[in-house]
């Protein structure tokens, strides 16, 4: 499968262990990430005043890269278009959806963008999570080489994975699409309450102060809960359970810090490719003194 | 006594403007509180999200003074959650975008520390621009 791929802004800076763990990981599941030509950012955030079709642009812009795309015959899996970021994925979804809910709001759009080819609304986003479960995930268990049993992991969905409920992956209340793929990768996924509880987003710039709060109530359930480590597909999220430690830890001087990866770093260590590539240097807690000690690494 | 509510057209064409901006039909919320239950950051707010719909619904403008609106981090939650099918998150949405439009910024950019500016990621930036800026 050749597929278009928006990366987003962040998966190209702090986040970079993010795209090279799952374009690697993906391959090994014959699947090839296309990034688009030209892309741009989504706008993180969806607008979400009715008047707001402004900022419907940037996300339909790179939905026209896709048709392109398709015609330059670079793909073969013709009018989707594959995201790993959380926020790009919700914010490009939701801008489709925007658009066949209020069809003339298209109009508008296109005409605004007159230098572009029309869009026809046709373009599906897609998340990683969703092609993996498409594929099979016994397709995964196939992969794996290193076992991770001695593993115990808390699936974090966090919100925009799963919310509003029109474009979420899975179950907006009890997802299970992350515990199949960590099941399937030989880990132990745990059941516990903070799952999709909200790490407090883009409050990070202004509320430090709730956001490591939240954090610190996230990251403690997952440990009481049994966790050895958490995973996340979102950059934000990243950012706040897993920096935002060093706050947690000034505040808490108790707090034993817990290693948040990426769900595609833990599919690098179980398909045991390159240490580059699995990017453990990337996190903000190091997670290689857990992972030895598991005689994983 | 009872508290009398007074609708005059002051209060009725802001339960409007806010209706139209946030495309909610605020006056079907019947108050259960099941989104401030829910709600991550309810403890921070000085007022909860279901007090917040009620003074849309009253058409009262003392709603712009508080801080709710700009604590609601769009988790919505409270969105899947509502059993009159509302969303609270457009509706806050709406009572921000009143401010914005006056061209008020609720974060300074200029005032943003380089250690900030260097650690977090570009989606955090981008994100707070574009909910707490106009």
Same mark, same amino acid.
Request: aromatic share 6%; net charge negative; with cysteine.
């Given at each position: *499968?050749?597929?278009?791929?928006?990366?987003?802004?962040?998966? $190209?800076?702090?986040?970079?262990?993010?795209?090279?763990?799952?374009?690697?990981?993906?391959?090994?599941?014959?699947?090839?990430?296309?990034?688009? &030509?030209?892309?741009?950012?989504?706008?993180?955030?969806?607008?979400?005043?009715?008047?707001?079709?402004?900022?419907?642009?940037?996300?339909?812009?790179?939905?026209?890269?896709?048709?392109?795309?398709?015609?330059?015959?670079?793909?073969?899996?013709?009018?989707?278009?594959?995201?790993?970021?959380?926020?790009?994925?919700?914010?490009?979804?939701?801008?489709?959806?925007?658009?066949?809910?209020?069809?003339?709001?298209?109009?508008?759009?296109?005409?605004?963008?007159?230098?572009?080819?029309?869009?026809?609304?046709?373009?599906?986003?897609?998340?990683?999570?969703?092609?993996?479960?498409?594929?099979?995930?016994?397709?995964?268990?196939?992969?794996?080489?290193?076992?991770?049993?001695?593993?115990?992991?808390?699936?974090?969905?966090?919100?925009?994975?799963?919310?509003?409920?029109?474009?979420?992956?899975?179950?907006?209340?009890?997802?299970?699409?992350?515990?199949?793929?960590?099941?399937?990768?030989?880990?132990?996924?745990?059941?516990?309450?903070?799952?999709?509880?909200?790490?407090?987003?883009?409050?990070?710039?202004?509320?430090?102060?709730?956001?490591?709060?939240?954090?610190?109530?996230?990251?403690?359930?997952?440990?009481?809960?049994?966790?050895?480590?958490?995973?996340?597909?979102?950059?934000? #999220?990243?950012?706040?359970?897993?920096?935002?430690?060093?706050?947690?830890?000034?505040?808490?001087?108790?707090?034993?810090?817990?290693?948040?990866?990426?769900?595609?770093?833990?599919?690098?260590?179980?398909?045991?490719?390159?240490?580059?590539?699995?990017?453990?240097?990337?996190?903000?807690?190091?997670?290689?003194?857990?992972?030895?000690? $598991?005689?994983?690494? | 006594?009872?508290?009398?509510?007074?609708?005059?057209?002051?209060?009725?064409?802001?339960?409007? $403007?806010?209706?139209?901006?946030?495309?909610?039909?605020?006056?079907?919320?019947?108050? #259960?509180?099941? #989104?401030?239950?829910?709600?991550?950051?309810?403890?921070?707010?000085?007022?909860?999200?279901?007090?917040? *719909?009620?003074?849309?619904?009253?058409?009262?403008?003392?709603?712009?003074?508080?801080?709710?609106?700009?604590?609601?981090?769009?988790?919505?939650?409270?969105?899947?959650?509502? &059993?009159?099918?509302?969303?609270?998150?457009?509706?806050?949405?709406?009572?921000?975008?009143?401010?914005?439009?006056?061209?008020?910024?609720?974060?300074?950019?200029?005032?943003?520390?380089?250690?900030?500016?260097?650690?977090?990621?570009?989606?955090?930036?981008?994100?707070?621009?574009? $909910?707490?800026?106009?």
């Amino acid at each position: *499968m050749k597929i278009p791929y928006y990366p987003g802004c962040t998966l $190209k800076s702090t986040a970079k262990h993010f795209e090279n763990s799952a374009i690697e990981s993906a391959k090994a599941l014959g699947i090839e990430f296309v990034e688009l &030509p030209k892309w741009n950012c989504c706008g993180v955030v969806t607008p979400l005043a009715e008047d707001d079709i402004m900022h419907h642009v940037a996300p339909v812009r790179n939905l026209i890269r896709v048709l392109e795309m398709n015609k330059s015959g670079a793909v073969n899996d013709e009018k989707r278009l594959l995201t790993l970021c959380s926020m790009c994925f919700n914010t490009l979804k939701r801008s489709t959806l925007r658009i066949k809910e209020k069809v003339d709001d298209l109009d508008v759009l296109n005409d605004f963008m007159y230098k572009e080819e029309d869009y026809d609304g046709s373009v599906e986003v897609v998340h990683f999570l969703e092609i993996l479960r498409e594929n099979g995930f016994d397709e995964i268990k196939k992969q794996v080489k290193k076992s991770l049993e001695n593993l115990k992991i808390a699936p974090y969905y966090g919100c925009m994975l799963l919310r509003p409920k029109d474009i979420g992956i899975d179950d907006a209340e009890r997802p299970t699409i992350f515990n199949d793929l960590l099941t399937s990768l030989s880990a132990e996924p745990i059941e516990w309450r903070a799952k999709n509880k909200c790490c407090g987003s883009f409050l990070t710039l202004d509320n430090k102060e709730i956001v490591s709060r939240l954090g610190y109530d996230i990251l403690t359930n997952a440990q009481k809960s049994g966790a050895d480590l958490i995973v996340t597909s979102c950059p934000l #999220c990243a950012f706040n359970l897993d920096n935002r430690q060093k706050i947690i830890k000034q505040k808490h001087p108790e707090f034993e810090e817990i290693p948040v990866l990426y769900f595609t770093q833990l599919m690098a260590i179980a398909f045991d490719l390159d240490k580059e590539v699995m990017g453990l240097d990337g996190n903000y807690i190091n997670p290689v003194p857990l992972l030895e000690s $598991k005689g994983i690494l | 006594m009872p508290k009398t509510i007074v609708l005059d057209k002051k209060s009725v064409d802001f339960l409007k $403007k806010i209706t139209d901006l946030s495309g909610e039909t605020i006056t079907l919320c019947d108050q #259960c509180g099941t #989104c401030s239950g829910g709600c991550p950051v309810v403890e921070d707010m000085d007022i909860t999200p279901s007090q917040l *719909m009620r003074m849309v619904l009253i058409g009262d403008q003392t709603v712009m003074q508080t801080k709710t609106m700009w604590l609601c981090a769009t988790c919505n939650t409270c969105t899947v959650r509502c &059993p009159r099918m509302l969303d609270v998150s457009k509706v806050a949405e709406a009572l921000r975008q009143v401010t914005l439009r006056q061209s008020i910024n609720k974060v300074k950019i200029d005032e943003i520390s380089k250690e900030d500016l260097s650690e977090l990621p570009q989606i955090a930036l981008v994100a707070a621009f574009r $909910k707490l800026t106009s």
